[in-house]
């Protein structure tokens, strides 16, 4: 059973930067392949992804957060980063770390429903 633990979150100002960190056991990489990402869920809208990598290491972004997001992978610490630089009011939102097991399809990538583990999440508050 894979667990992920979220941590790093906070407030800051807008323009300020904060790395977020999701800490991941009961990874089984000899034996499965996992797509990992970032997902965000602000107050009232709907969970939406944010950055992803796959197994290869390959990454993707929303538009929203292209050249202000960095997602990186650790994996002797099993430990999956998001480096969040020149935050904006808009990125307040509670950040969840979450992995698919398997290979998830390009036009997938960022539909929180092919995610099969989840995080408790990191709220990320930005003051203008």
């Known amino acids: 059973q894979v667990q992920l633990v979220e941590s790093g979150g906070g407030s800051v100002q807008a323009g300020g930067s904060l790395r977020l960190s999701c800490s991941i056991s009961?990874?089984?990489?000899?034996?499965?392949?996992?797509?990992l990402g970032w997902f965000r869920q602000a107050s009232g809208k709907e969970r939406e992804g944010v950055a992803v990598m796959d197994s290869a290491g390959s990454t993707s972004y929303a538009d929203s957060v292209k050249g202000r997001f960095t997602i990186s992978r650790d994996r002797p610490k099993n430990t999956l980063y998001l480096q969040m630089n020149t935050l904006k009011s808009e990125d307040t939102a509670m950040y969840y770390c979450?992995?698919?097991?398997?290979?998830?399809?390009?036009?997938?990538?960022?539909?929180?429903?092919?995610?099969?583990?989840w995080g408790q999440g990191t709220q990320v508050t930005v003051s203008s």
């Open positions: 009961g990874y089984n990489s000899a034996r499965n392949t996992y797509t």
């Open positions: 979450a992995a698919a097991l398997g290979t998830v399809s390009a036009q997938s990538l960022f539909i929180a429903g092919v995610y099969h583990y």
